[in-house]
């Protein structure tokens, strides 16, 4: 849960519908997410969990449906735009840049941030460098958050699958977001990998007053850390509330949690 | 043991951003750059200049512009040649048409032209990747095959098609010996290499290189593909129209169309594979290989007492490169660039094994 | 009016020659996802194999008969030219299976140079001929119909008839036998080809001997009118465009660009040529090829490329 206040509503997502060709993969789907909550959304595969992410980071455009973030309307936008409004995200198949290092992936994250054109970089003395050193500064404090500093000049592609998806929680840090989508953070890890990934999250949100919104299918942690759940099943939204409500919601259980024998 | 990094810490970031951190790479590269401004004009004989060492360097920064473009951003392009003569014709437009034009600010000029032409072929890209993209580059490398074989204008009108430049002159020495050109073109490509090297440390190259590796990863950070891909097709097309003025003005004097055609831009390419795709060391080893084969397979057979016709040895040259390009895509895709660097990791441990 | 028709037909007919070429890519790129840039050089190798032949055996074997030695040369280029498109499949692609599209590109780009050194070795590097023993008086046909009749040329007839005969033939392949159904099973989904049991390393040696073959029909039909060159390794750089503008997947798609590109070709050389400047062969097809590409980039019948995040 999150330690701090939970806020007004900040992204407000009304009747988004979403296809390709003939295939449904969002139906009318409406909720919110309030600012500095932990919002998870679960559901069986292909419910249209990443789906619905890439509506709101704008890879996708809905073909109804209107999706505000922060008072203004950004349903026809694209994933640059939701980036300079502060919207980061993770990857479910981890999307890291395999041919640089880990240092260079995270400061990928900074890139809106970067002002130098390109005649001074090619000078490099000067207002690139000290742009740059800057900027490794920042990238260097979310490595010792993530505790991964002895790889930092590793190139990724060598990385375990564990640290990879902590290169990738740290690349959108770096971009300082105001809203935080993790697309299932720890799928593939194993119980303590698991506790350090939720530990990460809430520290996101504690110190930086992150708002998250995740994508998980362990159902202990859902209920561990997040403040509100929505559910999907084929791209219907059949569930939203507090991690008890959603626990208790017949339908709910029908699809997804199953009944304990 | 000579090669580490033992006691060499860094305390400042500055210090670890530094294009060669290990201070036995610092000293080897100085001391290749001093031979290479000192040493080899002292030693080279006319023949080296004119056969390696000026096609060499020139060949080099040409190879370095499509690695920018194909190894940094990892957008193909099999269109370089015609980079190449959009720098060399328009320099020398500005170069006989101006009058008063400094040599080196027609080449800036001719860089210039190219850049645009690039950034105009380069929209494709946009839209398209891969093998069609390729298809797209063929056809802006045929297109500039024929504008500058038919529209008069780029060859002041003369009436066997190719043209020619007199002996040059630069801050008012006159670049007639063969040392005075590598010279020449040594100093611009050094200053070229550093400036691409900067380009590359840096946010823009960062970009380059994530629009390569994943783009839909690197469009949701807030990377803009249009600026990536374009900045790529303008800085890369900048550089290898200045190579291509160099290679026009100083290496072959008077040229044709002909010069700068899709075999051209196959060579550089070539040169980039077994150089090294994504590293400006290996676009010097790439060209160096090219540019080094030919004659080689020359002389070879000859000194080996088995002398064979010259149609025969180009016969040979292709078959070579065909196998090299295929054997170090499956061994080594990384190129000469990446064997250089296992070498360097071999070298700390040396003389241990392990 | 007849000598628009005139133009029509020739660029109708240098359009099957590129046909001919482009169905050997189709070929390769529907069963392996591979662009075998190659073809052009494999085409010509056929074509020197097969000239060479025709020239050598006569004299080995001591007769005198043209159609003899033609029929056998054809059928030993054929053997080659399935053994070296063996060899390219698997020295060069199998390695490289996993790679991306570009990477194989510059595989075959290699083999391209490698393949023309070696056949320029083998066979020889003058200009050659292939006589397929037809006459070279042109026809003149419909000569109520227009003033002095219309040129058609033999070769040119007979290049159109035996392209007709290979795509009847393929076609015959690919939906009659059980191979090439499973050619279009593995050209459709490679998974799940190998999850019903279908061989896959079979048959991707089976459609490199295919386009082998189509490599040596090419050859043969383009080195009878043109003679025997090396510029016939350009030939790739023509029938790239070929296949752009008529899909990578489609065989019918491989046929209609073909046929658009010669026509489209003659038709700007000797109708816009006279106004911007001669030379418009030369890049008339890559432009065209381009504009299809921003407009419709899977070409006129190939598939959608959909990109799936």
């Known amino acids: 849960m999150s330690n701090r206040k939970i806020g007004e509503v900040i992204l407000d997502l009304r009747n988004i519908s979403l296809a390709f060709g003939g295939v449904k993969a969002l139906t009318d789907i409406s909720f919110d997410v309030r600012e500095h909550e932990i919002r998870a959304i679960i559901g069986p595969n292909g419910a249209g969990k ?12 809905p073909q109804q449906g209107e999706i505000i973030y922060r008072g203004e309307h950004h349903t026809h936008t694209d994933p640059h735009a939701m980036a300079a409004h502060g919207v980061a995200r993770t990857f479910q198949s981890l999307a890291l840049f395999k041919g640089m290092s880990l240092l260079d992936n995270i400061m990928t994250g900074r890139t809106l941030k970067m002002r130098t054109n390109i005649l001074q970089q090619a000078f490099w003395k000067g207002p690139a460098e000290r742009e740059e050193i800057m900027h490794r500064e920042f990238c260097e404090r979310i490595i010792d958050f993530l505790q991964i500093q002895p790889y930092r000049k590793t190139p990724v592609g060598r990385l375990p699958y564990g640290l990879q998806k902590r290169v990738d929680l740290g690349r959108a840090l770096a971009m300082e977001p105001s809203l935080l989508l993790l697309d299932e953070p720890m799928a593939g890890m194993n119980v303590e990998e698991k506790q350090d990934m939720s530990r990460f999250v809430l520290d996101v949100n504690d110190e930086f007053g992150t708002t998250i919104v995740l994508i998980e299918h362990d159902m202990g942690v859902v209920m561990d850390i997040s403040d509100r759940v929505v559910v999907l099943d084929y791209g219907k939204k059949i569930g939203d509330g507090t991690p008890d409500n959603v626990r208790s919601n017949q339908d709910v259980i029908n699809a997804y949690l199953g009944v304990a024998h | 043991m000579l090669y580490r990094e033992n006691g060499q810490f860094k305390t400042r970031y500055g210090d670890d951003q530094q294009i060669f951190p290990i201070l036995q790479d610092r000293w080897l590269v100085m001391a290749l750059i001093a031979f290479a401004f000192i040493g080899v004009p002292m030693l080279a004989s006319e023949y080296m200049f004119r056969a390696i060492l000026i096609p060499f360097v020139i060949l080099s920064l040409a190879a370095l512009g499509l690695n920018l473009l194909v190894g940094y951003c990892g957008q193909i392009s099999l269109g370089s040649g015609a980079f190449m003569a959009v720098g060399a014709y328009i320099a020398y437009n500005a170069y006989t048409r101006v009058p008063g034009m400094p040599v080196v600010g027609a080449f800036l000029i001719g860089g210039g032209a190219a850049l645009l032409v690039g950034i105009v072929f380069g929209i494709p890209s946009l839209r398209i990747r891969g093998l069609y993209l390729a298809v797209a580059t063929l056809a802006a490398q045929f297109f500039c095959d024929w504008v500058f074989a038919r529209v008069a204008w780029f060859t002041n009108y003369s009436a066997s098609g190719s043209v020619s430049v007199p002996t040059l002159t630069v801050a008012g020495v006159s670049l007639d010996t063969p040392q005075s050109k590598y010279l020449f073109c040594l100093t611009i490509v050094t ?9 590359v440390r840096g946010h823009v190259g960062r970009s380059w290189m994530a629009i390569r590796d994943m783009d839909v990863a690197a469009t949701v950070i807030g990377i803009r593909p249009v600026t990536a891909k374009l900045s790529a097709f303008a800085v890369s097309s900048f550089v290898i129209g200045v190579a291509g003025a160099m290679w026009a003005f100083v290496h072959l004097g008077s040229w044709e169309p002909l010069a700068f055609d899709v075999n051209r831009s196959l060579n550089l390419l070539f040169m980039i594979i077994i150089g090294g795709m994504g590293s400006i060391m290996g676009s010097f080893f790439g060209a160096a290989f090219i540019v080094v084969l030919p004659i080689l397979l020359n002389q070879v057979p000859a000194w080996l007492g088995v002398p064979i016709s010259t149609a025969m040895a180009s016969h040979l040259e292709f ?32 003389p241990f094994p392990h | 009016m007849g000598f628009f028709l005139e133009v029509v037909l020739g660029g109708l007919m240098a359009g099957v020659l590129y046909s001919l070429v482009a169905l050997g890519f189709v070929l390769i790129f529907k069963a392996s996802g591979v662009f075998n840039f190659a073809q052009g050089a494999m085409v010509l190798f056929a074509a020197l194999a097969m000239a060479r032949l025709a020239e050598w055996l006569p004299e080995l074997l001591g007769f005198e008969s043209l159609l003899l030695a033609n029929l056998l040369a054809f059928v030993l280029a054929a053997l080659i030219m399935v053994v070296v498109a063996q060899g390219i499949e698997r020295l060069v692609l199998r390695p490289l299976v996993n790679q991306e599209g570009v990477t194989l590109l510059m595989a075959t780009l290699g083999v391209t140079y490698f393949l023309d050194g070696f056949g320029q070795t083998i066979w020889g590097s003058d200009v050659y001929k292939i006589d397929l023993g037809l006459s070279k008086d042109p026809l003149l046909v419909l000569g109520d119909l227009f003033e002095g009749g219309i040129l058609l040329n033999r070769d040119d007839i007979a290049a159109a008839l035996i392209a007709v005969a290979l795509v009847v033939v393929l076609a015959i392949f690919f939906q009659k036998s059980a191979t090439g159904r499973a050619l279009l099973a593995v050209a459709d989904d490679h998974q799940a080809s190998q999850s019903i049991g279908i061989p896959l390393n079979r048959i991707w040696v089976i459609v490199w001997a295919v386009a082998g073959f189509t490599a040596l029909v090419a050859g043969m039909v383009w080195g009878s009118k043109l003679g025997v060159q090396f510029s016939l390794a350009i030939l790739a750089l023509k029938a790239l465009p070929v296949v752009i503008v008529g899909g990578f997947t489609s065989v019918p798609g491989a046929i209609i660009g073909g046929l658009l590109i010669g026509l489209g070709e003659k038709l700007a050389e000797v109708y816009l040529g006279p106004i911007i400047g001669g030379g418009l062969e030369n890049w008339f097809a890559y432009g065209l090829a381009l504009a299809v590409l921003l407009v419709r980039p899977q070409g006129l019948f190939g598939e959608r490329i959909i990109d799936r995040v």
């Not at chain 1, 990443?50 to 455009?61: D, F």
């Not at chain 2, 200053?191 to 380009?199: H, T």
């Open chain 1, 50 to 61: 990443s789906s619905m992410l890439n509506v709101i980071s704008g890879v996708y455009t």
């Open chain 2, 319 to 350: 078959m070579i490169f065909g196998a090299l390009i295929v054997f170090f895509l499956i061994v080594e895709p990384h190129g000469l660039a990446r064997l250089w660097s296992i070498g360097k990791e071999k070298l700390r441990l040396w």
């Open chain 2, 191 to 199: 200053v070229m290499a550093l400036a691409a090297k900067n380009i």
